[in-house]
């Protein structure tokens, strides 16, 4: 299904022809070269935009990406790690609903218009997940499907969430989550770009999930099923990322929902004026 079939049946259903979401991509990409033709050869060409975040590739990676896609907006990071990547093109995003995908391969853009589907229908953020039926991975190891269990499940006993996958990374949501998400991008004196901060680790997607748990929003889950790179290594380690990740868990729920609940109430509650704006803060997260 494409996000034009997507737009017509939900026009359809709600009785207007002005219903239609732009829809922005964000890439985090770092010598992905081989795997990028792969990965655009999916997307959806009905896209607002792409951005791919440029984490100082060596190889060909930036030139294929325009070749690929001549419209492409290319960025580069402020900081070293994947977070600070996605912390950067979330700045630069401009559509109502942000999509993350990986440039490896391993996240099928096949999958986006599901994602779109379950925000058009509500839910403020769609949350990938392997271990739902019809989902699956030929590429995670039975090491790290035991460490997702295990921190899982600490996020849920911690946050009365009801997640089935802590640490995937295809995620979408509409824009206006981002002030509740609230990953830093920008430049933070004293620290250069050889630097990286807490949350522009692989632990970003525990950050995002657990901030956003903690803001009472509506999560929908998507079944995704997340494939083997294409070509070349991970530069996921599954024990020091893992720590990263326990580490953030603690440190969340130490700062307590006070600061997310005051964010969230900030932002206007209007249901059905605006893709962008949040209908269901306040609600009790499913």
Known sequence: MTLTQINSRTQRKLGTENLEPTVSIVIPAKNEALNLPHVFAGLPRDLHEVILVDGGSTDDTVEVARDLWPDITIIGQTRKGKGNALACGFEEASGDFI????ADGSTDPAEIPLFIEALKEGADFAKGSRFMSGAGSSDISRFRQLGNYFLNKTVNVFYGTRYTDLCYGYNAFRRECLSVI???GGEVEGVDERTMLWGDGFEVETLINVRIAKAGLRVAEVPSFERSRYFGTSNLNAFTDGIRVLRTIHAERKRGARRAAT????IEREAGISWSL???LGEEAC
């Open 278 to 280: 949040l209908s269901t």
């Open 182 to 184: 609230g990953l830093n």
């Open 263 to 266: 964010t969230s109430a900030a």
């Open 99 to 102: 999509v993350m995908l990986d």
